[in-house]
């Protein structure tokens, strides 16, 4: 099995930043897609960031040019570096991997659509 487990959310002023976290766990041989996602009270959860292990990253209009995600491929880690934040960032991030290849056969997709627990971010005006 996989596991994503996130850390780094937390409480911060408007305008503050946050680094998010996640790792994925098991016998993983490669992760195709990794991303984030959030949902605020009362409302769908909804994509933050998405990207393939070669492509381009796909952000969510309302982050473009504050969140930027980056990977390890080697680690199987995803981040999440948000800067300026603002309450309307307040929500519970989830992390998402898809299309995930383990050792026991490099070479087809063995799991699909894994989730984290979620982490509360909280921005205060």
């Known amino acids: 099995q996989v596991q994503l487990v996130e850390s780094g959310g937390g409480s911060v002023q408007a305008g503050g930043s946050l680094r998010l976290s996640c790792v994925a766990s098991g016998t993983i041989f490669s992760i195709d897609t990794m991303g984030w996602y959030r949902q605020a009270p009362g409302r769908e959860r909804d994509l933050v960031a998405v990207a393939t292990r070669r492509g381009p990253t796909t952000y969510a209009e309302a982050v473009k040019g504050r969140f930027t995600l980056s990977r390890d491929n080697a680690k199987n880690t995803v981040y999440l570096q948000m800067d300026n934040l603002t309450p309307e960032d307040t929500a519970v991030y989830y992390c998402?991997?898809?299309?995930?290849?383990?050792?026991?056969?490099?070479?087809?997709?063995?799991?699909?659509?894994?989730w984290g627990q979620g982490t509360q971010v909280t921005v205060s005006s």
């Open positions: 998402n991997a898809d299309r995930i290849s383990d050792t026991s056969n490099p070479l087809r997709y063995k799991y699909f659509d894994v």
